[in-house]
């Protein structure tokens, strides 16, 4: 990978990259669509990383299906996909790991203590391995695509960083790997976190700007099916993720549960001028 990317880079080239956990799905797609848009050649990657999981987390029975990403990959007109096996990222006798200070503290990083030194770790490595110009992540990960511009400002990474909308189902539940645990029972309870969020943007269109009520009611949408567990409700500043009183100009609600066992995340950004 290294190799052929300098020599893309020596002759001129644009490498866009999409780093992904594999299994497939619209999301993904459309954020392959956008960095086709934006270089010559287009690089995915697909490799369930170890260092994100902590020890009670779903890393053995994460969705897989290889095969199927390749076909789809080729459909989408990826010129490689990467597949590298744990025990190149994390060779026996590995120690060095990326952290961020600050943003991690909010949202998944307090139930998931390990997922961002994880995630800036692995996508240190994948940088440096699929040399891209430009790479695109989605917004369904908001924190993740936060702590990633923060890294690549910080570390001086010469990479510009896109990020892609949330591609959703008819329905409205957020596109997730994850998704394929769920069954057609579980279904009412998934599409709570849509809704909830839904709910909340009627609210602010309503004139509703106290992020304590609309947290309460995202909490009454949500506590109504009793296989949900909370994780968070958060109505916070996009950008530092600390949690404001009230939604004055574009403010994130994110939100995270586990439906018996499975973590579902979704988030919207509020704007009370739209
Ligand atoms: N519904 C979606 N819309 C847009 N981007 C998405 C969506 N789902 C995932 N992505 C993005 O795809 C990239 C790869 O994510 P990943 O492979 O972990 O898939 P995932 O569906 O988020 O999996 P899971 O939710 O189970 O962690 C990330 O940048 C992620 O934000
Ligand atoms: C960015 C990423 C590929 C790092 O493992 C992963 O967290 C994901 O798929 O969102
Ligand atoms: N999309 C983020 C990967 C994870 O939840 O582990």
């Keep these: 990978m290294r190799d052929r990317a300098e ?3 020596i002759e001129g080239k644009t490498i866009s990259f999409v780093p992904t956990m594999g299994y497939l799905h619209e999301g993904h797609l459309s954020l392959l669509r956008i960095a086709r848009q934006k270089g010559d050649d287009l690089a995915l990657s697909i490799f369930v990383n170890p260092a994100q999981f902590g020890p009670n987390e779903d890393l053995s029975t994460y969705p897989r299906s290889l095969e199927k990403d390749l076909e789809l990959a080729e459909k ?3 010129d490689v996909v990467f597949v590298p096996m744990d025990s190149s990222l994390y060779p026996e006798g590995y120690q ?3 952290e961020l200070e600050k943003l991690p503290a909010h949202l998944c990083g307090l139930s998931r203590p390990v ?7 692995v996508v240190t490595q994948l940088f440096n391995i699929v040399k891209p110009h430009v790479a695109v992540f989605g917004e369904k990960d908001f ?3 936060a702590i990633i511009r923060q890294m690549v400002k910080d570390l001086k990474f010469d990479i510009e960083i896109i990020g892609g909308p949330i591609i959703r189902e008819a329905d409205g539940l957020a596109m997730s790997s994850r998704n394929a645990y769920l069954d057609e029972s579980m279904r009412p309870a998934a599409l709570s976190l849509s809704r909830a969020l839904a709910r909340a943007k009627e609210m602010v269109r309503s004139g509703i700007i106290d992020s304590e009520r609309i947290e309460r009611e995202a909490r009454a949408i949500l506590s109504a099916f009793p296989d949900i567990a909370i994780d968070y409700i958060s109505i916070c500043d996009p950008f530092s993720l600390d949690g404001v009183q009230q939604v004055r100009g574009k403010t994130l609600m994110a ?4 439906l018996r066992k499975i973590r579902l995340i979704d988030n919207t950004v509020l704007d009370p001028e739209s």
Excluded: M, S, W
């Design 7 to 9: 020599g893309l880079r």
């Design 76 to 78: 989408e007109g990826v």
């Design 96 to 98: 060095t790991y990326v």
């Design 115 to 121: 997922f961002f030194k994880g995630i800036a770790t």
């Design 143 to 145: 924190q993740q695509l």
């Design 255 to 258: 939100l995270a549960v586990n």
